[in-house]
């Protein structure tokens, strides 16, 4: 795979003879192109051997090779098989950051792609394709390094999936390995959508998540004889339903919360015993700082009372996961203009949040950041698309080229907006 990268991007000369200086938008917009089909097949090698959580060896060496080729000062982790690569552009000026995560789900595929998991993990959120469009933007960059005043950090993540590989890739110093803190950061995470559509918004783009789990204690017995026991069950039910309704009836519906309760667990197997204990858990998504203190806040009422109610007790536990990622508004605004100069009527802002969750959330309180989302349904599917996560989830590696090329763009684009004045 190495070698087929070592390609020749179309660089445009000018009358002169010269190369020009300035980027214009289609000679990335072309070089993805051109590279397309080799971000094909690192997506599908990826996409065949996916690997869930902190450490993803195979990921990482796959990426490793495919950046083999390129002049880049490359970095590995310790807490976490990341990869951080460090573009030097011909001049000195500011730091950039551009990241995917890597890492996948343990579902079992149910997709019929001809390169679909058989190993019980899935790539079902699509960052098969944000790894292999990095690596696009990192061999863009790359070619038109003499045009760089400044550097560019690939941020290569494990551990997206409720791991907190960003964090640790924080911690291990992923904002300070050019010796400069970058002055922009930006992700893009596919979806399901018309394919080839950017979307992005100014302020709160992702849901923060919270899991929340309730132990409800009883006393066991014969499922004949109730009276004797202290039925758990029921009351995890009402409890159940009681979430629903402080999810719905006390938060402001311009404030979105959405609470599921995804796990239920009670009994032993058998049907004529009344078990001593339930439990379920599940996850709770909020954009506002007040709907998330209010839920930490009064989530485990409504499960110890419903609990006291039929002298039952009950305990909760609230973990706060990732925070929501708040888009910059300045470089929202400036990295929109970038897309629309490149891909025209294919860039939309996006309306409102998702109430997905994403720990960019951590790169983004720390630099002024973007996260856009490249919607990426095959264009020939049968009905709805499923969604992100599901094992009938399908994205369309034609886009990746549109994904190098956008990246590798926004990238170029900020150093030169944030390069010092001259004189
Ligand atoms: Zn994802």
């Known amino acids: 795979m190495n070698k087929s990268f070592e390609m020749e991007l179309p660089v445009e000369t000018a009358a002169d003879g010269s190369s020009t200086t300035a980027a214009p938008a289609e000679r990335f917009t072309a070089g993805g192109t051109a590279l397309l089909p080799e971000l094909v097949a690192l997506r599908r090698a990826i996409h065949a051997e996916p690997e869930v959580g902190l450490r993803l060896p195979e990921t990482q060496r796959k990426v490793l090779a495919a950046l083999a080729p390129l002049d880049l000062e490359l970095h590995t982790g310790t807490a976490l098989s990341s990869v ?116 992005t918004r100014t302020g709160t783009v992702t849901a923060s998540s919270t899991t929340f ?31 629903q309704t402080f999810a719905t009836r006390r938060f402001d519906a311009f404030d979105p919360v959405v609470l599921s309760v995804t796990n239920l ?18 996850t709770v998504r909020t954009t506002s700082p007040q709907a998330l203190a209010k839920v930490e806040a009064e989530l485990p009422s409504v499960a110890t009372g419903i609990a006291e109610a039929h002298a039952a007790t009950a305990t909760t536990e609230v973990a706060t ?23 025209g009527a294919r860039v939309a802002e996006a309306p409102r949040p998702t109430m997905g969750a994403e720990d960019f959330s951590y790169v983004a309180q720390q630099v002024p950041a973007t996260m856009l989302m490249l919607l990426a349904s095959p264009p020939d599917l049968d009905g709805d698309p499923a969604p992100n996560h599901s094992p009938h989830a399908v994205f369309d590696d034609a886009v990746l080229g549109d994904q190098a090329a956008a990246l590798a763009l926004l990238a170029a684009r900020a150093l030169t907006a944030h390069a010092p004045a001259a004189g």
Not at 143 to 153: C, F, K, N, P, S
Not at 272 to 282: E, Q, T
């Open 321 to 343: 996961g990732y925070p929501s990622v708040v888009n910059d508004p300045a470089t929202t605004g400036a990295a929109l203009e970038v897309l629309r100069e490149a891909f």
């Open 265 to 282: 667990a009670a009994g032993t197997g058998a049907d004529n015993i009344i078990p001593g204990s339930a439990r379920l858990s599940g």
């Open 213 to 243: 789990a309730v132990e409800v204690s009883g006393r066991g017995g014969h499922g004949s004889r109730p009276h004797e026991a202290l039925d758990p069950v029921p009351v995890l039910a009402e409890i159940v339903l009681g979430l």
């Open 84 to 199: 951080v690569a460090v573009l030097r552009g011909a001049r000195p000026g500011p730091t950039v950051l551009l990241r995917a995560d890597m890492d996948a789900l343990p579902l079992q595929e149910a997709t019929s792609v001809p390169f679909r998991s058989t190993n019980g993990a899935m790539h079902a959120c699509g960052h098969d394709l944000h790894t292999a469009g990095l690596v696009g933007a990192a061999h863009l960059l790359h070619a038109h390094r003499d045009e760089l005043a400044g550097d560019v950090v690939f941020m290569f993540q494990p551990g997206e999936e409720g791991f907190g590989g960003a964090p640790l890739m924080l911690e291990e110093g992923v904002l300070d390995v050019t010796g400069e803190r970058p002055v922009a950061a930006y992700a893009a995470h596919v979806g399901p959508g018309p394919r080839g559509t950017f979307l």
